[in-house]
């Protein structure tokens, strides 16, 4: 269903488990950083109303999945941790040439909205189906439905906002990309690297 055509390691989990402190301060900026993104595009793209009210209820929930996840964090004893750079989405975002017209500036983010969602989702699968943790498998079973739901929202915006081929070539070309991005990463305790 998410189209990536390399799935990551299952042995990723390994990783994770051994730093699940990490991993939750990674996921807990994924989170922000995600409802960060939804804003910037109200701001940046308000003439685009059913985007806007989608976006507004985007925002509120994956604020509410930063609590969730915060509250998580502060149960285990643990405090927020600092923010790091995200290396999948550094180079994911050079995919795409600078610059173009606004629609196609607004298709591409949210291309790249759609595949980090995506790719989210499938780690969150791993999570839900491999952690030894029941709680945390289940918390993140809960998490992985919504991000799929996030993954098909940002996709139908981009085909409703862009000629539907030409955004099908490029999510398919972002597809490829993005695996050979993944074939470096996936040794970290971060939710994409």
Request: aromatic content about 8%; glycine content about 6%; hydrophobic content about 40%.
């Amino acid at each position: 269903m998410l189209g990536l055509k390399l799935p990551t390691d299952p042995r990723w989990v390994n990783i994770v488990e051994k730093n699940i402190d990490e991993i939750l301060t990674d996921h807990a900026y994924c989170e922000q950083k995600a409802a960060s993104t939804a804003i910037s595009l109200i701001v940046g793209f308000p003439e685009y109303t059913e985007l806007v009210s989608e976006m507004t209820a985007l925002a509120r929930e994956e604020m509410g999945h930063f609590k969730m996840v915060h509250d998580r964090i502060i149960a285990r004893g643990q405090t927020l941790g600092r923010d790091r750079k995200d290396l999948y989405v550094v180079e994911l975002l050079k995919f795409f040439p600078k610059g173009g017209s606004r629609s196609t500036q607004l298709v591409h983010r949210l291309l790249y909205a759609a595949l980090i969602e995506a790719r989210s989702c499938e780690r969150f699968r791993l999570l839900s189906e491999e952690l030894k943790d029941k709680e945390l498998a289940d918390f993140y079973h809960k998490l992985m439905i919504s991000e799929a739901g996030h993954y098909t929202m940002f996709l139908k915006f981009a085909r409703q906002y862009g000629d539907r081929q030409e955004v099908d070539r490029k999510w398919e070309a972002l597809l490829e990309n993005e695996a050979s991005i993944m074939k470096d990463l996936g040794t970290k305790e971060t939710i994409h690297g």
